[in-house]
């Protein structure tokens, strides 16, 4: 029971982890209707630029504190990706206003490649380390009521609290705010939501510069446990079997999405991986991704499309 426990909270964690990637993927489409391949490339450049301004910073302004040198880190970074945001909404974004969804999805590719290639030029190509604080020793939870305990990873289990802080806070944010249901109006009609006084453009920013942090916070988590590289960008590709799950267009769906996808990864490759010769978590939120396209395309939560001609 508890080598169980432990392969389930470390599903969980892993879960949440994809469901902080996946919120930005779902962000965006909520805002523009298009699918945003740029994500793993945002979360690559907050991740760079958290890594090497948490080093340059104290040795511009000679100080030795590690707590102060990452804030100052996090602030800095937090408003290049708004500045970032500020730069793809008034270069590519408002000239494509109304245009097709293919055409929109053609920029984000364009975005995701231009990011990737500012990155190497302004930090290099190298391997960089996040140092946080985040504690790396495991954690034994319910000593007493099993023998030994149950073994987790204490880094996880912050990440995964502040990945799920994040996500409810979003939730709640397009819920309740005047902003929230503006970007769900902009979300279903762009032309309706222009006729009845909102801002495009605006609303753009604000939804891809809240992406854009959000990408922040998974590259500080996802630097620290992997180190700030360029295939740190791929593992947004672990998050479409989230979105495709949860839906698209659900905030609530991409939580869901991600519980579901780094459960079904850790026990499918404890409990069934021995009998298929291992490799399932590889391919297993694919394979379930696929099935939910056939079966349910607009995912848990997503909204189902009906056009009427």
């Known amino acids: 029971m508890a080598f169980f426990l432990e392969t389930l909270f470390g599903g969980l964690m892993s879960g949440m982890l994809y469901a902080l990637i996946g919120l930005g993927f779902v962000l965006i489409f909520k ?7 740029a994500q793993g ?10 890594a090497r301004f948490s080093v340059w910073i ?7 504190s590690k707590f102060l040198a990452n804030l100052l880190a996090m602030i800095v970074t937090g408003a290049m990706m708004v500045v970032v945001a500020w730069a793809i909404e008034r270069v590519v974004l408002r000239h494509l206003v109304n245009q097709e969804l293919t055409t929109l999805l053609m920029a984000t590719l364009g975005i ?8 190497q030029i302004m930090f290099g190509s190298a391997v960089y380390a996040i ?21 987790v990873n204490a880094e996880d ?3 995964a609290a502040v990945a799920a802080a994040l996500v ?10 005047a902003t929230g249901r503006a970007l769900r109006a902009v979300a279903d009609d762009h032309q309706a939501a222009q006729s009845i006084g ?6 753009w920013i604000i939804v891809w510069a809240v992406a854009g942090l959000v990408a922040l916070v998974a590259g500080i988590i996802w630097g620290s446990k992997l180190g700030v590289q360029f295939t740190l960008s791929t593992v947004a590709l672990r998050a479409l079997p989230v979105v495709i799950l949860g839906g698209l267009t659900s905030v609530p769906g991409a939580i869901i999405g991600g519980l579901i996808i780094g459960v079904g990864e850790k026990l499918s490759e404890v409990y069934i991986g021995p009998m298929v010769g291992g490799g399932i978590e590889v391919w297993f939120a694919y394979v379930l991704a696929l099935v939910f396209l056939l079966f349910r395309p607009q995912g848990l939560f997503g909204e189902k499309i009906i056009d009427r001609v």
């Open 112 to 119: 995701s490649y231009f990011l990737d290639g500012a990155g």
């Open 41 to 50: 490339a945002m979360v690559l450049l907050a991740a760079l630029c958290m």
């Open 31 to 37: 805002a523009s209707g298009v699918f945003n391949f």
């Open 58 to 64: 104290p040795a511009w302004f000679g100080f030795e």
């Open 157 to 159: 289990m912050i990440a």
């Open 168 to 177: 409810g806070a979003l939730a709640l944010f397009f819920q309740y705010t």
């Open 131 to 151: 140092d946080v604080g985040m504690p790396k020793d495991p954690m034994f939870l319910f000593e007493g009521m099993f023998e030994g305990g149950v073994l």
């Open 198 to 203: 909102i801002p495009l453009n605006r609303i």
